[in-house]
């Protein structure tokens, strides 16, 4: 697993739209990393790349928010979630987003390693860790999918 | 009578049973749930014909499963069960789907497998003989684990229920297995085990729940 390294916010944007890139429907992303370690700056990043119109921000108070997408690989909703102030599993359970996303959408979710028992083994994770202001991006591929060429050249 | 609620997978299906009758219908197969269940009661109940101040016992098939299917079929059972002081009786998916596979004359190691979602199953094994008899707990596998597992035995094995359906591959590739592919469990069968057992309070079985429970609470939250 290799890191891409991000040192401005441009960068993790870019990052986020290369794995939008990647995408299919049904697919779950746990987004893991200290705060301000560029979780919500990355999902910026892959609803633009997924054909998200409107503006994406934190959903730390709404624990998930559904946007419409607009792109031709049968993506029709990004679910972008924050499970940051849940305070029990339970509530992780009640979203029910593994199952949300079965038919065309993808779920985002940052601080998802609180509901890790949850998504089963085939989900993409981004881990950020921030070293001097620079971010440095580890992506996990879900098993049985091509490796993610190019994501840390 | 009785009546059955069934919403462990994507399927929606209920049942009437009393006297020696009993009838079964599928609803909708493609998750509408919380659309179809209660106009499908109301549907089958006007087709006996009977009312809900008839039903003295409701059986509902409480998981493992579709976790946006069960909270409906619960939640349907208990507020009925509520309204109309009629007992609440709980069944698994899994012991449905045993069940059936013994109604077919299937004899000895049965696997029932829910489709667990996101690459995974629910699976329990029974014997089957005169009895129906679970031999473990109900599990969360991955549909390879599982079938490496059966895959050491020599002596034949019957996997049942919907997970057979969408892992055919990988579970009918154990020597000596045979996928008995049951799409979803039938009300009928729950109603038959539903008859015979102690009514008690229900609760969704979310098998995923234990393991994650321990994980978040050992979680350093800043």
């Known amino acids: ?153 | 009578m009785i009546l059955s609620i069934e919403t462990a997978t994507t399927a929606c299906a209920a049942g009437l049973a009393g006297g020696q009758r009993s009838v079964e219908a599928l609803l909708a197969s493609d998750r509408r749930h919380v659309e179809v269940l209660v106009p499908g009661i109301q549907g089958l109940l006007a087709a006996w014909p009977a009312t809900l101040r008839d039903v003295s016992r409701i059986v509902v098939d409480y998981g493992p499963g579709l976790f946006t299917g069960l909270r409906v079929g619960v939640a349907t059972a208990r507020a009925l069960a509520e309204a109309t002081g009629a007992e609440l009786v709980g069944v698994t998916s899994l012991e449905v789907y045993a069940t059936q596979a013994a109604a077919r004359g299937v004899t000895g190691a049965v696997v029932a497998v829910v489709d667990g979602r996101r690459g995974e199953l629910f699976a329990q094994p029974f014997a089957l003989g005169d009895e129906v008899e679970a031999l473990d707990a109900p599990r969360v596998v991955t549909p390879r684990d599982l079938a490496e597992h059966w895959a050491g035995g020599a002596s034949p094995v019957t996997f049942v229920g919907d997970g057979a359906i969408r892992y055919a591959r990988d579970l009918g590739a154990v020597p000596a297995a045979t996928c008995l592919l049951v799409p979803w469990p039938s009300p009928v069968t729950a109603m038959a085990i539903g008859a015979r057992r102690e009514a008690a309070p229900v609760h969704p079985l979310y098998l995923r729940e234990a393991d994650a429970v321990a994980n978040f609470a050992t979680r350093s939250r800043p």
């Open chain 1, 1 to 153: 697993m290799s890191a891409r390294r991000c040192a401005r916010p441009e960068d993790t944007v870019a990052a986020g739209r290369a794995l939008a890139a990647w995408l299919a429907p049904g697919d779950v992303v746990v987004l893991t990393g200290a705060l301000g370690a560029g979780k919500t700056v990355f999902a910026t990043g892959v609803a633009a790349g997924l054909g998200v119109r409107e503006r994406v921000t934190s959903p730390t108070f709404t624990l998930v928010r559904p946007h419409a997408c607009a792109n031709d690989r049968g993506i029709a909703t990004l679910y972008h979630a924050d499970l940051y102030r849940v305070e029990s599993l339970d509530e992780v359970a009640d979203l029910a987003l593994g199952e949300l996303v079965e038919e065309s959408a993808v779920a985002l979710i940052e601080w998802g390693e609180r509901g890790d028992a949850l998504w089963g083994p085939v989900h993409w994770e981004v881990r950020f860790t921030l070293d001097d202001e620079v971010r440095e991006l580890a992506l996990v591929v879900p098993p049985g999918r091509a490796p993610a060429t190019g994501w840390a050249p």
